[in-house]
């Protein structure tokens, strides 16, 4: 089992940064992929970016591409989002997941965090 927490969301201006790290815990020999998923308020759960977890390959959606890089430190078992230029449609609840296949599926990921709330002002 692997135990995954975020940190970093918050309120942000529009055009502003917010770096969000997901630290990981128990059985993280098991982790291939980590991945980044977003929910806005009324929509579905969508793909925001995910990392191999030997740094070496990455994904990112087209909504963020070119404005946020994921990272990931394997000796602090952490992945990190860096977000910037935010715009108001990035608000939502900003999860990190670690799965066995680097992708931009839900399903192919089966450790889950709590959550963090990313709030992005006009």
């Known amino acids: 089992q692997v135990q995954l927490v975020e940190s970093g969301g918050g309120l942000v201006q529009a055009g502003g940064s917010l770096r969000l790290s997901c630290a990981a815990s128990?059985?993280?020999?098991?982790?291939?992929?980590m991945g980044w998923f977003r929910q806005a308020p009324g929509k579905e759960r969508e793909f925001v970016s995910a990392?191999?977890?030997?740094?070496?390959?990455?994904l990112y959606a087209d909504s963020v591409r070119g404005r946020f890089t994921i990272s990931r430190d394997n000796a602090k078992n952490t992945m990190y989002l860096q977000m910037n230029v935010l715009k108001p449609e990035d608000t939502g609840v900003y999860y990190c997941?670690?799965?066995?296949?680097?992708?931009?599926?839900?399903?192919?990921?089966?450790?889950w965090g709590p959550g963090t709330q990313v709030t992005v002002s006009s």
């Open positions: 128990g059985r993280t020999f098991s982790i291939n992929a």
């Open positions: 990392i191999a977890w030997s740094g070496r390959s990455t």
């Open positions: 997941a670690a799965g066995v296949v680097l992708s931009g599926t839900e399903s192919r990921y089966n450790s």
